[in-house]
């Protein structure tokens, strides 16, 4: 293989791997968004666990910008995973807005932490 085809093939796993990552985010935010619009609140996420996957991102986004384009190619041929990422990290923020969206809520009282609880204790039987 030459350079360049090596070059897309490894820019077609990291797609894959994005794309795998991305397409479980809609579930994730359906899931936040179901359960406090509920008013049964949202425990049982975690925002660390979503920031450190937005860090895991930018740096991600780092490593394609500070990598050289290959000879033969073009910027937008290089660098389009960063679209990818984008994306990626839209999904994420937004699942995260929604639990501090819906934890805040919680806090002000209009959810008791009993029904968060029983929300979570049946959002992790199924």
Do not use: N
């Not at 990552?21 to 994730?28: D, I, L, T």
């Not at 936040?32 to 660390?48: D, E, R």
């Not at 500070?66 to 699942?95: F, H, N, R």
């Amino acid at each position: 293989m030459t350079p360049q085809e090596l070059h897309y093939l490894s820019q077609a796993f990291f797609f894959l791997m994005l794309a795998g990552f991305g397409f479980s985010w809609p579930f994730s935010i359906i899931r936040t968004y179901k359960a406090g619009h509920s008013g049964k609140g949202v425990a049982g996420k975690s925002p660390m666990f979503m920031i450190i996957i937005l860090v895991g991102y930018v740096c991600g986004i780092a490593s394609k910008l500070v990598c050289p384009i290959p000879e033969g190619l073009t910027w937008l041929q290089d660098k389009w995973l960063v679209l990818v990422y984008l994306i990626d990290m839209a999904l994420v923020s937004t699942d995260l807005g929604l639990y501090c969206h819906y934890t805040r809520k919680m806090r002000s009282g209009k959810v008791t932490r009993e029904e968060s609880d029983r929300l979570a204790a049946l959002l992790a039987k199924g």
